[in-house]
C-alpha cells in the first residue's frame, strides 16, 4: 500500500513556516490560556485520567492543562519536528506525524484540537473527524474559528492556509455517537487570552 502524499497545507506546517510559528507561540500567557481552558472544560462531569492533544505544537495547551488535570496521563501528536522536539519537554507522550495519519493504540478519555482544524485541507476533514472520534473514550473538546459556511481566509499573506466553517457541527452530523455538552465563545479582546474561538464541549452518548 502506497504511503498518503501530505496536502499543501500539511507541508506548509512541517516547513519553515510551522517551525517559525512554534517560535511566535512562546509568548502566549500562560496564566490566560489556562483561564481559557477551565471554561471549555467547566462542564466536564466524569474524571478525566488520559489526555490526547492533536496539532500540540509546542505543548502549551497540554502545561496549562496540567494543572487543571494533576492526575492525568498526556499524549500528543504534532506535525512538525522543531515543535514536537519542544513538546517532549512537557511530559507527554509525543507522536510526530500528520495527526491525519494517526492511529492510537488507545482511546483518551478527552481528545482536544484547537486552532487546528482551520489549518487542514477541507477535503481532509472527514477524515480528521474520524480520527478525532475514533480516539476518544468519553469526551471531545473542539476549539476553532467558527463560520457558518465554509469560507477561506488569507493568513499572513497566504491563500488557502486557513479555512472557517461549522466544524463541531459537521462532526456532530458524521459522528451522531457525540452529543453537545457546553459551548462557548473567547472574544479577542475579553479578559483572557482569545483569538475570537469559538468551543464546543461533546461527549458520548452512550457513555453512562
Request: charged share 25%; with cysteine; hydrophobic share 40%.
Amino acid at each position: 500500500m502506497s504511503k498518503r502524499k501530505l496536502t499543501d497545507q500539511e507541508m506548509f506546517w512541517r516547513g519553515q513556516f510551522g517551525s517559525e510559528y512554534t517560535e511566535r507561540n512562546s509568548e502566549k500567557e500562560s496564566w490566560d490560556l489556562l483561564q481559557t481552558l477551565s471554561i471549555e472544560i467547566r462542564s466536564v462531569k466524569r474524571p478525566i485520567s488520559s489526555v490526547l492533544e492533536l496539532g500540540a505544537n509546542r505543548g502549551l495547551n497540554i502545561l496549562a492543562l496540567k494543572q487543571l488535570l494533576p492526575s492525568a496521563e498526556f499524549s500528543a501528536v504534532e506535525i512538525n519536528e522543531t515543535a514536537a522536539e519542544i513538546l517532549k519537554g512537557t511530559g507527554a507522550n509525543v507522536v510526530c506525524q500528520s495527526l491525519l495519519d494517526f492511529k492510537g493504540s488507545k482511546k483518551w478519555d478527552l481528545v482536544l484540537i484547537r486552532g487546528v482544524l482551520i489549518h487542514l485541507n477541507p477535503g481532509m476533514l472527514n477524515l480528521a473527524y474520524d480520527v478525532i472520534a475514533e480516539s476518544s473514550a468519553r469526551y471531545v473538546l473542539i476549539s476553532e474559528y467558527y463560520n457558518s459556511f465554509p469560507a477561506s481566509v488569507d493568513y499572513r499573506g497566504e491563500k488557502e492556509r486557513l479555512f472557517k466553517r461549522d466544524f463541531a457541527g459537521e462532526f456532530m452530523d458524521q459522528h451522531s455517537e457525540f452529543e453537545l455538552q457546553d459551548y462557548g465563545f473567547h472574544y479577542r479582546k475579553g479578559a483572557y487570552f482569545g483569538d475570537d474561538q469559538t468551543w464546543f464541549l461533546l461527549e458520548k452518548k452512550s457513555i453512562s
